[in-house]
C-alpha cells in the first residue's frame, strides 16, 4: 500500500531562518509522482509543485526548492529566509496506481504545521 | 479556486439527519473527488469519480453517497449524521491523470 509519512508535525522558527520539510514516501510502483500543497491558516489548500518518479533533478522556485532522492525514497522541500505568510500547514502527496495501471487517487501525508515567527 | 464551487461553507447538523454538500466545477475536468480533512489527520479521500455516471469508493466511504450525473456536479451525502463526521470537507477536480487536484474552499460540518 501507499503511504506518504512526514515526521515533523510542527516546526517552528524565527522569520528569515531557513526551514527543510522532510516527506518520506513508499510504493510499489516505478512510475508515480510526487506534489506539495500548502494550506495556509484561510484554509485553502494551495498546489505547490509536482515532480514524477523519472525526474530527480532538484527545483527552485524562488525562495522554495524541493530535493527529491529515490534511493531515500523521500522528498524534502526547504523554504529559505522564511517569511511570516509562510505559516501555513503543509502536505506532502503520492499518486496512487490502482490494479489497472491508472494513477487516479493521491494519497495524504499528515502534514507539518509551520510557524514562523517575527 | 480553480473553478470549483462548494456549498455551503458552514453547517451545523443534528445527529441523524441527513444533507448534501455541493460541488460544481467550471472547468470540465472529467476527475472529481471528496476528501475530509480532520485535525492532524491529512486527507482521507472518500469518494471519486472519473467521469459522468462512474463513481468509486475511497480511503473513508461509509456514512456517504455520492452521483455524478453531469460532468459539472459531484454531489456527496450524508444520510444520517454522526458525530464522527465532523470534519471540514473538500472536494477537488483533476485535468486528468497524475494531473495536480485542485481544491474548493472547503465545507466546516459539525454533527451534534
Known amino acids: 500500500a501507499q503511504k506518504v509519512t512526514q515526521a515533523q508535525t510542527e516546526i517552528s522558527v524565527v522569520e528569515k531562518e531557513d526551514v527543510t520539510l522532510d516527506c518520506v514516501y513508499e510504493t510499489r510502483d516505478t512510475t508515480y509522482y510526487l506534489f506539495w500543497y500548502k494550506q495556509p491558516p484561510s484554509g485553502e489548500l494551495v498546489f505547490l509543485i509536482r515532480r514524477n518518479s523519472f525526474d530527480e533533478q532538484n527545483e527552485i522556485s524562488g525562495r522554495y526548492s524541493w530535493n527529491f532522492q529515490k534511493s531515500t525514497s523521500s522528498f524534502n522541500f526547504t523554504i529559505t529566509a522564511s517569511q511570516v505568510v509562510d505559516s501555513a500547514v503543509y502536505f506532502c502527496a503520492l499518486s496512487e496506481t490502482n490494479s489497472g495501471g491508472s494513477n487516479y487517487k493521491l494519497t495524504f501525508g499528515k502534514g507539518t504545521l509551520l510557524t514562523v515567527n517575527p | 479556486n480553480a473553478g470549483v464551487t462548494q456549498t455551503p461553507k458552514f453547517r451545523i447538523l443534528k445527529i441523524g439527519q441527513s444533507m448534501t454538500l455541493q460541488c460544481t466545477q467550471d472547468?470540465?475536468?472529467?476527475?472529481m473527488y471528496w476528501y475530509r480533512q480532520d485535525p492532524g489527520m491529512g486527507l482521507k479521500l472518500i469518494y471519486y469519480?472519473?467521469?459522468?455516471?462512474?463513481?468509486d469508493k475511497g480511503e473513508v466511504p461509509n456514512g456517504y453517497n455520492v452521483s455524478r450525473s453531469t460532468t459539472e456536479d459531484f454531489p456527496l451525502r450524508l444520510e444520517l449524521a454522526a458525530p464522527s463526521q465532523t470534519s471540514v470537507y473538500f472536494c477537488?477536480?483533476?485535468?486528468?491523470?497524475?494531473?495536480?487536484?485542485?481544491f474548493g474552499n472547503g465545507t466546516r460540518l459539525t454533527v451534534t
Open positions: 469519480s472519473v467521469g459522468a455516471g462512474i463513481t
Open positions: 477537488a477536480i483533476r485535468r486528468r491523470e497524475n494531473s495536480p487536484l485542485h
Open positions: 472547468m470540465n475536468h472529467n476527475y
